[in-house]
Structures are given as C-alpha cells and as structure tokens.
C-alpha cells in the first residue's frame, strides 16, 4: 500500500495564478481531508469529505475548493492564488464508522504564492 | 464548532524527566481524542489516541489522561529521550462528523 500520496511536493504560484493540488489514498478510506499549518498555528482543516458526491467546509474554506468524484481521490483547488495561501498543506484520510480511529496523512505540499 | 486548546506552545526538559502537555475542548460531543508527533519536515504520525469511555490510556513510556467533565485530556511523557523531540499536537473530533480539529501544537525539546 502506498497509504496516502500528495503531488506536487513544492510548488510556486504568483499571485492570481490557480492550481490544483492532489491526493489520492488507496487505503479504501471513505474520510479525506485537506489541513493547512502555518508556524505556530497547528493545522488547520479546510476541507473534508465523509465519501463520493459528499464534501462540506473545515474552519479555513475560503480561497478553496474541493470535489470527491472517487473514494481514492480528493483535490483541492486554488482558482485565485494569494500570498495568503503560503503554507504546508496536507491531506489525511481515515475509516469511518466504527472502523473510525487513526487519520494517516500524506507527506505534505510546500505551497509559496508570491 | 469545536475548538481546542494546547499548553504550552514551548516545553524544554533534561533527558529522562517528564513532560507533560495538556488540552482542553469546547464542544461536550467530542468523543475522540488523539496526539500526533510531527518530526522537523515530516508528517504527523498518531502516537496515541484516545475515547471517550476510557479515562487513561498507555503505551510504553506514552500516556494519556481524560476528563470528559473538565473537557481537558493530557499527554504525559516518561523518561524522555532526544529522539522525543518534536512537535506534539492535540485534536478532537466526534463520530458524527469524523472531522478532527488540532490544538496549535507544543514544541518539545530533550536536553541530553
């Protein structure tokens, strides 16, 4: 098993550019969820997904977006970048259920929008 | 929603004393409690969780303490070595939405 993979690894935007940042498990998790961390603020959820066609809004939704069309994949969208949204950003996915206990994260995207 | 608090930000102590690091929660709902170490560059990796039917849990030199009353849990460290330091984070979440909210992390560091 891969467990939970993200690509890129690094990444630089200027300001206004968009992208998308990949994640995709295939541990069979129906639970997936993107975090920021900044220094000295945690990580911080952004968006999550309880399964296909279902997704619903962390504490830092703004500037992102999100779709869940497969139980293996989750991207997360940037349609506007701004110097705002530097950061590491990780997923993580888990079971549900009452299989629910331990969220593996993926290795994390280093994010600088100049 | 829930929001969870982490003390303290920095904890410095002499290879082989304690550490202990402590969180509270707002949202009574909560019902999973795990910690994550996070080394320099790396992942969090879960070390210990716990529920919320259970006061105490340990693992090794790792323990972790529950009080659903209080709304506070706490990660206690025994015997610490070098290889302990590292980011520690606290989170909680609840079965009915099986989204985990992390406290903003204790920064431990093991004298030798």
């Known amino acids: ?114 | 929603g829930e929001n969870v608090e982490q003390h303290p930000s920095t904890l410095s102590v002499q290879e082989g004393d304690s550490a202990v690091i402590k969180c509270t929660y707002s949202d009574s709902a909560s019902n999973y409690f795990p910690w994550y170490k996070q080394e320099l560059g790396k992942r969090p990796q879960l070390i210990i969780d716990i529920r919320s039917n259970v006061g105490e849990k340990k693992d090794q030199r790792i323990a972790v303490t529950l009080n659903k009353t209080a709304k506070h849990f706490s990660l206690h460290i025994t015997e610490t070595q070098p290889e302990d330091s590292a980011v520690y984070f606290c989170a909680a979440s609840m079965d009915s939405s099986y989204k985990l909210i992390f406290g903003s992390g204790t920064r431990l560091l093991v004298r030798p």
């Open chain 1, 1 to 114: 098993n891969a467990g939970v993979t993200q690509t890129p690894k690094f990444q630089v935007l200027k300001t206004g550019q968009s992208m998308t940042l990949q994640c995709a498990q295939d541990m069979n998790h129906e639970y997936m969820s993107w975090y920021r961390q900044d220094p000295g603020m945690g990580l911080r959820l952004i968006h999550y997904s309880v399964g296909a066609g279902i997704t619903d809004q962390g504490e830092v939704p703004n500037g992102y977006n999100v779709s869940r069309s497969t139980t293996e994949d989750f991207p997360l969208r940037l349609l506007s970048a701004a110097p705002s949204q530097t950061s590491v950003y990780f997923c993580a996915s888990s079971h549900t259920g009452e299989s629910y206990n331990e969220q593996f994260f993926g290795p994390g995207t280093r994010l600088t929008v100049l």
